[in-house]
């Protein structure tokens, strides 16, 4: 058995896991805000993370990004369990496994708009922008030497680094892996989901009547998974990959079906056991039908679940290891089940009904299914449980 020793997070609905907790129960986002100078020629709500970020100093310029100055704040919940890590097993035997869809990328936006606009850009990196940097940056802020690799696979990246890292521990490679994800604001993705017709720019409404798409946002979330037996465990994990379209999930929901019956599979479960589900819920018309068919067939109604997308944004890689966090926190803290939010919009009721929570309430039992649904049919589901 796989456990979280310990997890740290930023998000829209907080900077630190205590704050994240309190709006979570009071269903408030204080980072999910109208923001200019993103989407061209309009405003758009974009969960946005306010404030100051731990500064990467000039030894690490090669690494300096929003993106990884996200990671640090993360890190700095977790560091003295990553500390004691170290200490017990060595430089070696932790690895890093993260999980993103724009690493620097919207640092490298700003030094090609400088230079079309004839400005100096001296700042600018090369390597800042590489999907390979998150996990490269924290290896080499931690002076770590076991394996470090990062995974980009849209939505379902951090969730898959999870995957990763725990496999890692399983096969003897390491004893203990750091995993998680980062994504920040950047224009290219929320013009590019805009082009897709994909992109709300008010509030997203996951599974109501008049949703229209996403809400972008940005956050990042690390977790410490280890062998030694802790209050949460990894139980169970699953994977596939459909194939069906570049962006269009499969009608059917073949490959989420797949990975939702791999993890319950791999953690020894029946449907109902399962205490909660997060839902991928985006908000778009196709992946909500989806989803909510995919979890009828396999639940029925009997199963609360919801989104928790119009608190956070949609966080692309981040996306997996951020709700897998927020699932950690409802089993540590025993917080109530978050309400979907229908206040704008109700219920769509051409959806199969498949238990989204309407308010609140207590959770029956203490194991959570977390779902993330990428691009090209890209899935992963984690199921989270107490150990005592």
């Excluded at 369990?81 to 890093?96: C, H, L, P």
């Excluded at 089940?337 to 029956?364: K, M, N, T, V």
Aim: a negative charge; proline letters at 6%; hydrophobic letters at 40%.
């Amino acid at each position: 058995m796989i456990y979280i020793a310990a997890a740290g997070m930023i998000n829209a609905l907080g900077r630190t896991p205590d704050e994240i907790a309190a709006n979570l129960n009071a269903g408030f986002a204080p980072g999910m805000l109208e923001r200019e100078g993103w989407l061209q020629g309009k405003v758009a709500v974009l969960g946005g993370v306010d404030g100051e970020l731990p500064s990467i100093p000039d030894e690490f310029a090669n690494h300096r990004s929003r993106n990884n100055q996200l990671l640090l704040a993360a890190l700095a919940q977790i560091q003295p369990q990553v500390d004691e890590a170290i200490a017990s097993f060595g430089r070696d035997r932790v690895a890093v496994i993260m999980g993103t869809s724009t690493s620097g990328l919207d640092e490298g936006d700003i030094h090609a708009n400088r230079k079309l606009n004839g400005e100096a850009s001296s700042d600018w990196r090369y390597p800042q922008q590489e999907l390979g940097d998150p996990s490269r940056f924290l290896r080499n802020w931690l002076k770590l030497e076991g394996p470090a690799y990062t995974l980009s696979t849209a939505c379902s990246s951090s969730a898959r680094a999870m995957i990763s890292g725990r496999r890692l521990i399983e096969a003897g490679m390491v004893d203990v892996a750091i995993v998680g994800g980062a994504d920040t604001l950047s224009r290219m993705p929320i013009n590019g989901f805009n082009s897709l017709e994909s992109l709300s720019t008010t509030l997203c409404q996951p599974f109501s009547r008049d949703r229209c798409g996403i809400t972008i946002g940005e956050g990042a979330a690390l977790m410490l998974l280890t062998r030694e037996p802790q209050a949460i465990a990894l139980l169970g994990v699953g994977e596939s990959s459909d194939a069906h379209h570049i962006s269009a999930p499969h009608p059917e929901g073949a490959g989420a079906i797949r990975a939702i019956q791999q993890a319950l599979a791999d953690a020894g479960l029946q449907p109902q056991d399962i205490g909660y589900i997060n839902l991928h819920g985006t908000a778009t018309p196709l992946n909500d039908r989806v989803e909510s068919k995919v979890i009828h067939d396999l639940f029925g109604t009997d199963v609360p679940c919801s989104s928790t997308k119009h608190l956070t944004g949609h966080t692309l890689g981040a996306a997996g290891i951020t709700e897998a966090a927020i699932s950690m926190l409802i089993l540590e803290r025993n917080l109530p089940l978050p309400a979907q939010d229908f206040s704008q919009s109700p219920f769509d009721a051409e959806l199969p009904e498949c238990g989204i929570l309407r308010q609140p309430q207590a959770l029956a039992r203490p194991t959570i299914l977390s779902n993330s649904f990428a691009f090209g049919g890209n899935n992963a589901s984690i199921l989270l449980g107490r150990t005592a």
